[in-house]
Every structure is written in structure tokens, then in C-alpha cells.
Nanobody, 122 residues
Framework: EVQLVESGGGLVQAGGSLRLSCTAS????????IGWFRQAPGKEREAVSC????????YYIDSVKGRFTISSDTAKNTVYLQMISLEPEDTAVYYC???????????????WGQGTQVTVSS
């Protein structure tokens, strides 16, 4: 059974940092690209950042470039999202899922976990 568990969210002040973790089971994270997505209240879910654990290629949406860093630890079957200089606009539930294409974080598989809440206060 494919399962992804997100963790690491919390409440921080603007300018603060968090590191999110996405631990996969039921498949190897080096067999699929993995993407981080987020959904803010009243908004559609959007891609944030994606990574290929095979060739290390990454993708970021413009609003997080220079602030977020995605990485992976294949030994732990875990993908991380390091977030610095957080802004109130980053407030959302963050999810991870396997994806088909890193560039643009295209083709998300429907293996959404429970997500982890990130709240950034101003």
C-alpha cells in the first residue's frame, strides 16, 4: 500500500523557518519524482516544489525560489522541504505525493496524505 506521511508543520512568525518531511512507504522514493503541494483556505491546491531522486533535478514555483529548498534522503525514503523567510502567504496545508514530471510538477498521483499545517503569523 502506498502511503505518504507529512510532518514538520507548525506556527511561526514571518521570517521564521520550518523543515517539512515526507516519508514514503509502499514504494521507493528513488523510483518516482516527489512533489510538495499546498492548499490555502478557499484556494485550490498548488504545486510548490518537486524533485527527482534519480537525477536530482528540482523545480520551484517563482514565489518560493530562494526561500525553499527541496532535498531527499533515499536511505530514509524521505523528501524534505526546508523553508526560510516564511511569509503569511505561505500559510497552507502542505502535502506531498509522487509526480510524473519534475518540471512544472506535472502529473501528481492521487496518493495524498493528511498533510501538515503551516501557519505564518505577521
Amino acid at each position: 500500500e502506498v502511503q505518504l506521511v507529512e510532518s514538520g508543520g507548525g506556527l511561526v512568525q514571518a521570517g521564521g523557518s520550518l523543515r517539512l518531511s515526507c516519508t514514503a512507504s509502499g514504494f521507493r522514493s528513488d523510483e518516482y519524482a516527489i512533489g510538495w503541494f499546498r492548499q490555502a483556505p478557499g484556494k485550490e491546491r498548488e504545486a510548490v516544489s518537486c524533485i527527482s531522486t534519480i537525477d536530482g533535478s528540482t523545480y520551484y514555483i517563482d514565489s518560493v525560489k530562494g526561500r525553499f529548498t527541496i532535498s531527499s534522503d533515499t536511505a530514509k525514503n524521505t523528501v524534505y522541504l526546508q523553508m526560510i523567510s516564511l511569509e503569511p502567504e505561505d500559510t497552507a496545508v502542505y502535502y506531498c505525493t509522487p509526480i510524473r514530471l519534475v518540471e512544472g510538477c506535472i502529473g501528481a498521483y492521487d496518493f495524498w496524505g493528511q498533510g501538515t499545517q503551516v501557519t505564518v503569523s505577521s
